[in-house]
């Protein structure tokens, strides 16, 4: 895995070299401190307080990342200007029906043009948490234990290459689909 998160570092901040980025679902800022040296601004957003504290204790370059509380499927009427998107390891917690109300929220925040980048795991036989329920939709969850003991039911899907190309098939074009050994990369342009 840390051969491909290496890549990953170098890859993804050179998506971004110059652009007004919104990332989605930041958590902690773990994506954000590669992003901000090479992006205009970057506003990220997190529904959860918390972690964007945690994100917030980072040092990043002055005046150059601002983070918002935002729920990712109703994003502020004020998101209207960023040229580029990333979502990192957030794609999998998106239940399938949700895919394409999330994408026209999202591109709705985004200019013409724009490029978004998606970022999320593969599924790996014998190294990633087994799957323990599909539901009705083929949205697929894992059982998660917790250090304290307490065991979670979590979504994770694993979407296939030809299923992300249908989902932003006719919103985006110039897509390239990177996979990596334990990870993927989406990359796409905002149709016009």
């Not at 992006?39 to 504290?53: G, Q, S």
């Not at 945690?54 to 502020?76: G, T």
């Not at 980048?117 to 087994?130: C, I, L, Q």
Request: proline share 7%.
């Amino acid at each position: 895995r840390q051969t491909d998160l290496a890549r990953l570092q170098q890859l993804i901040p050179s998506y971004f070299v110059d652009r007004i980025v919104l990332e989605i679902a930041c958590g902690t800022g773990y994506w954000t401190q590669f992003i901000a040296p090479v992006a205009r601004t970057v506003t990220a957003i997190d529904i959860n307080p918390e972690t964007l504290a945690i994100a917030r204790s980072r040092a990043f370059p002055p005046n150059r990342v601002k983070f918002d509380v935002a729920d990712v499927h109703c994003l502020p009427p004020h998101y209207k200007r960023f040229t580029g998107a990333f979502a990192g390891f957030w794609w999998s917690h998106i239940r399938r029906a949700d895919r394409q109300p999330f994408l026209k929220v999202l591109h709705r925040a985004l200019m013409p043009g724009a490029i978004v980048v998606a970022v999320d795991n593969r599924y790996v036989e014998g190294s990633s948490t087994p799957i323990s329920v599909i539901d009705a939709d083929g949205n697929s969850f894992q059982r998660r234990r917790l250090a304290d003991g307490s065991e979670h039911v979590v979504l994770k899907n694993f979407p296939t290459e030809p299923e992300l190309m249908a989902e932003i098939h006719g919103d985006g074009t110039a897509a390239e689909y990177t996979p990596l050994e334990y990870y993927w990369v989406l990359k796409y342009e905002v149709a016009a």
